[in-house]
């Protein structure tokens, strides 16, 4: 009974690289989130996806990208980091399309950007 | 229009105590206000939820007060004990393609024993 895993837990990156974390979930839930976890932003939505190969954008999307070829994982990709990009990132799943639907959240991925 | 505004952003109170976090936004087409509650390390976790059509909802010792009139909604915790120490934030939703979350700052909230 995983239910949700992100890795990796932690990662130092340098500016200008591309880095990728991953998020799988093992409920095959339908929706998947990344969300950005920043001191005095609370958390605040990157992207999301209803299914497989179905994304759209949240509030922060810019220099993020995911991808969703199968339901049980959703990567983000930072295309060139940058130090804004030093955040806590969690990862989040829910089931069904209903407003009072649990979104059940991952660890986090703790990023730092030099 | 889109931002909820969570207050204080830190809270000490003894064990018995009544903590109170209050919320409030602007956007009126919020339909669906939960709470999650997160431990150092950890991701957050639902704790409570309330729909804009009822003000009042209890789940053992939380308690949700929300005042549509006003746009604030309130978290309190009775008989706070010091494994409630945690970090709280409230939220408030639209679902349009999926249930987009819109957080709070959160409250560091520390029970003391």
């Known amino acids: 009974d995983a239910g949700i895993t992100q890795s990796p837990r932690y990662k130092i990156t340098e500016t200008g690289r591309q880095v990728t974390l991953m998020c799988h979930q093992t409920w095959s839930h339908s929706y998947m989130f990344w969300y950005r976890q920043d001191l005095g932003h609370g958390l605040r939505l990157i992207y999301y996806s209803a299914a497989a190969d179905i994304t759209d954008k949240g509030e922060v999307p810019d220099g993020y990208v995911v991808s969703r070829s199968k339901t049980e994982n959703f990567p983000l990709t930072l295309e060139s980091a940058t130090r804004s990009q030093t955040s806590v990132y969690f990862c989040?799943?829910?089931?069904?399309?209903?407003?009072?639907?649990?979104?059940?959240f991952g660890p986090g991925t703790r990023l730092t950007v030099l | 229009q889109q931002q909820v505004k969570q207050s204080p952003q830190s809270l000490i109170v003894q064990k018995g105590g009544i903590p109170i976090i209050n919320c409030a936004y602007e956007?009126?087409?919020?339909?669906?206000f939960p709470w999650y509650q997160q431990f150092p390390g950890k991701g957050p976790a639902l704790l409570i939820a309330i729909r804009p059509d009822v003000s009042e909802k209890k789940e053992g010792r939380f308690t949700i007060s929300f005042n549509k009139s006003a746009k604030q909604f309130s978290l309190h915790i009775m008989d706070s004990q010091p494994g409630d120490s945690a970090t709280y934030f409230c939220a408030a939703s639209i679902f349009q393609g999926a249930q987009k979350l819109v957080f709070g700052q959160g409250t560091r909230l520390t029970i003391n024993p």
């Open positions: 956007n009126t087409a919020f339909d669906y």
């Open positions: 989040a799943s829910s089931d069904l399309a209903g407003i009072t639907d649990t979104q059940y």
